[in-house]
Every structure is written in C-alpha cells, then in structure tokens.
C-alpha cells in the first residue's frame, strides 16, 4: 500500500535548469494537487487536477507546468529553476467523494536552487 | 477568496500544561471542511482531523480535542497533558466543497515547542 509517493526526495538545482517532481498515487484518486510550503507562510497551492487530461492553476502557478495524462500521475515540471522556488514540494490526492481521512499528501521533496 | 489565519506563530511550554491552537477561517462557501495537520520535524504531515461545516459537535480523541464554532468561525484544536512528542508545527485547513485534495487553503502554521 504505497499511498502518495514522491519522487526525488531531495534535489539542487542550479539556476535556469529544469526538472521533473513525481508524483505517484495507487489508490484511484481523481483529484491531485501540487503545495509548496515556505517559511512562514503555511502550504501553498500550485495546480491541481480532477481528473486524467484536467487541469487548473491554483494561488501559486507561476513557472511551473503540470500534465495529467493517466489517474496515477502528476508531475510537476519547473522549466526554468529560480532561486524563488527553493522550497518543499508536497503532492496530495483524495477521491471525489468520501469521508473521514480523504486527503493523502506523499512525504515531501526538498529543493534547492541555486 | 478563503482565508485560514493561525494568530499564534509559536507557543512554548512546559510538559503536562494544556495548549490551545487557534485556527480562525474565512469563507463565503456554507459547505466546507476544516482540517488539522500535524508537521513533526521529520517533515511529513500527519493527519489529525476532518471536520465539516455541518456538524458543530466538539471532538475529543486522547489527549486531543477540537472545538469548532461556526458563530467566530474558528475550529480551535487543545492537547491536554501536553507531552514532548508533542512538538510540532501544526497547520489548520479550509477546503471548500467536498473536502478534497483539489483546493486546500492552509494557515501559516503553529509551532509548538514541549519543553520537560
């Protein structure tokens, strides 16, 4: 039972490179979502999807793209690494309707640019 | 727009008092869900609890209990006998609708440090 997996755990980057977070879920979810979490300021939403082929930005979209082409993936891609996006990355899904513990967030990946 | 504000950046205290968090939430929407994450140094967050807009009744789980008021608007989470392991930052959450992974809003967190 995998859950939310996340993939790298930890990555630096230099400026202006690019790069691929994974996200992988087991559980059939239609709903997935990208947070970035900075220091002080709580987790923060980037896109989200509800569905394969669906997508939409969310508070924070701004050089980051995201595609959905199955239910079990989610990747999040920076084209163009800032130092700005220094931050932990946090992957979620849930199921369209439930109850009780709905929301899976995978353990976070930590990246750096510099 | 839905807010979610977490007056409190950091609370200290001594092992066995009690502590209150304080989540107060903004929304135009009447069905939501208010959520309470913990965030223990490892980094990972911990679910604690989901609560929806309908149902106003406190909820106590251990040494854990929530109290939500919809009349203030605020979904306050207390640990009793509060214990070192307890040290945590701990985020409250709004999502409108079904209470799904689509659109969390998220305060800035408190942190608590349990001190023997």
């Known amino acids: 039972n995998a859950g939310v997996t996340q993939t790298p755990k930890f990555q630096v980057l230099k400026t202006g490179q690019s790069m691929t977070l994974q996200c992988a879920q087991d559980?059939?979810?239609?709903?997935m979502s990208w947070y970035r979490q900075d220091p002080g300021m709580g987790l923060r939403l980037i896109h989200y999807?509800?569905?394969?082929?669906?997508?939409d930005q969310g508070e924070v979209p701004n050089g980051y793209n995201v595609s959905r082409s199955t239910t079990e993936d989610f990747p999040l891609r920076l084209l163009s690494a800032a130092p700005s996006q220094t931050s932990v990355y946090f992957c979620?899904?849930?199921?369209?309707?439930?109850?009780?513990?709905?929301?899976?967030f995978g353990e976070g990946s930590w990246l750096t640019v510099v | 727009a839905q807010k979610v504000t977490q007056a409190q950046t950091e609370i200290s205290v001594v092992e066995k008092e009690d502590v209150t968090l304080d989540c107060v939430y903004e929304?135009?929407?009447?069905?939501?869900?208010l959520f309470w994450y913990k965030q223990p140094p490892s980094g990972e967050l911990v679910f604690l609890i989901r609560?929806?807009?309908?149902?106003?009744q406190n909820e106590i789980s251990g040494r854990y209990s929530w109290n939500f008021q919809k009349s203030t608007s605020s979904f306050n989470f207390t640990i009793t006998a509060s214990q070192v392991v307890d040290s945590a930052v701990y985020f409250c959450?709004?999502?409108?609708?079904?209470?799904?992974?689509?659109?969390?809003?998220f305060g800035t967190g408190t942190r608590l440090q349990v001190t023997l």
């Open positions: 559980m059939n979810h239609e709903y």
């Open positions: 609560r929806n807009s309908f149902d106003e």
């Open positions: 959450a709004l999502s409108e609708g079904g209470g799904t992974a689509s659109k969390l809003t």
């Open positions: 999807s509800v569905g394969a082929g669906i997508t």
């Open positions: 979620a899904s849930s199921p369209r309707r439930s109850s009780g513990n709905t929301i899976y």
């Open positions: 929304t135009r929407d009447t069905t939501y869900y």
